[in-house]
């Protein structure tokens, strides 16, 4: 069983930055490829970012490539969305998500609950 509890979105400018976090709670040690995910008002859900176990592989959609950077700290079960340079067409729930395989970054095993993400122009 896995828990993820998401942190950090608001309501912020055009142009600001936001940070995600995601804490990661897990009866075992498995360390899980990961991704974040956000969905628009009704709009279907994107994935955002995805990064392997270790840290070392990482694939961005292409309207955050440049702006948003995700991380990872395994020694603190942490999961990280550093969002820079934020647009309006930014706004939307982000998740926190553990994947079966980082090749299909929408096969969810576990999910957060979620976290508003508004961006005003």
């Known amino acids: 069983q896995v828990q993820l509890v998401e942190s950090g979105g608001g309501l912020v400018q055009a142009g600001d930055s936001l940070r995600l976090t995601c804490q990661i709670f897990?009866?075992?040690?498995?360390?899980?490829?990961m991704a974040w995910i956000r969905q628009a008002p009704a709009k279907d859900r994107e994935f955002v970012a995805t990064?392997?176990?270790?840290?070392?592989?990482?694939n961005y959609a292409d309207p955050v490539k440049g702006r948003f950077t995700i991380s990872r700290d395994n020694a603190k079960n942490m999961l990280y969305l550093q969002m820079n340079s934020l647009k309006p067409e930014d706004t939307a729930v982000y998740y926190c998500?553990?994947?079966?395989?980082?090749?299909?970054?929408?096969?969810?095993?576990?999910w957060g609950q979620g976290t508003q993400v508004t961006v005003s122009s």
């Open positions: 998500a553990t994947l079966f395989t980082l090749e299909r970054p929408l096969d969810v095993n576990y």
């Open positions: 897990e009866q075992t040690t498995r360390v899980h490829a």
């Open positions: 990064i392997d176990w270790s840290g070392a592989q990482r």
